[in-house]
Antibody, heavy 115, light 107 residues
Framework: QVQLVESGGGVVQPGWSLRLSCAAS????????IHWVRQAPGKGLDWVAV????????YYADSVKGRFTISRDNSRNTLYLQMDSLRPEDSAVYYC????????WGQGTLVTVSS | DIQMTQSPSSLSASVGDRVTITCRAS??????LGWYQQKPGKAPKRLIY???RLQSGVPSRFSGSGSGTEFTLTISSLQPEDFATYYC?????????FGQGTKVEIK
């Protein structure tokens, strides 16, 4: 079955960097665009970024543009999110998701940015 | 960027009630909209795609309507398992945007 498993979350200080990973299985990873979506504690869903099936196109939310970089390694069926210059407002559960045409989400990984 | 305004932010309802949630887009998005349900501690789950198409496996008491800028999610007869938070998501243009969410609580 389709599975998306995020990892790499943790507690970091403001200004630090963190790289999240998302391991995919159960579907043909290299044919789908994959997204990152986050949710701050007690808040709503916030779309973060997307990468096309072959990595040639990437789009970001304004709030992370210039600080976050999405990438993928289709040979490893893995998605990444490099997060630089982290801010307290980036604290959230980060989900990777295949949103179109299917609907598949990981369980999320928690990122906490705090001094 | 397209803004999605969702209302109400919360509502209280009883089992068996008819519930309606609305999303308004800041510009026309055709029918490029989905509705999601999220329960505490869980990932979201899509209920409706293309504004009005029921996701496979989702009960028929859920329905969606609308096109352009006004969209509605209706639960025809609220069941105990439907108490959750609901979000709309526009995928007409990047950056994609979610509505602020509607928390459906037990009256």
């Amino acid at each position: 079955q389709v599975q998306l498993v995020e990892s790499g979350g943790g507690v970091v200080q403001p200004g630090w960097s963190l790289r999240l990973s998302c391991a995919a299985s159960g579907f043909t990873f290299n044919t789908y665009a994959i997204h990152w979506v986050r949710q701050a504690p007690g808040k709503g869903l916030d779309w973060v970024a997307v990468i096309s099936f072959d990595g040639s196109n990437k789009y970001y939310a304004d709030s992370v543009k210039g600080r976050f970089t999405i990438s993928r390694d289709n040979s490893r069926n893995t998605l990444y999110l490099q997060m630089d210059s982290l801010r307290p407002e980036d604290s959230a559960v980060y989900y990777c998701a295949n949103l179109r045409p299917t609907d598949s989400w990981g369980q999320g990984t928690l990122v906490t940015v705090s001094s | 960027d397209i803004q999605m305004t969702q209302s109400p932010s919360s509502l209280s309802a009883s089992v068996g009630d008819r519930v309606t949630i609305t999303c308004r887009a800041s510009q026309g998005i055709r029918n490029d909209l989905g509705w999601y349900q999220q329960k505490p501690g869980k990932a979201p789950k899509r209920l409706i795609y293309a504004a009005s198409r029921l996701q496979s496996g989702v009960p028929s008491r859920f329905s969606g309507s609308g096109s352009g800028t006004e969209f509605t999610l209706t639960i025809s007869s609220l069941q105990p398992e439907d108490f959750a938070t609901y979000y709309c998501l526009q995928h007409n243009s990047y950056p994609w945007t979610f509505g602020q969410g509607t928390k459906v609580e037990i009256k």
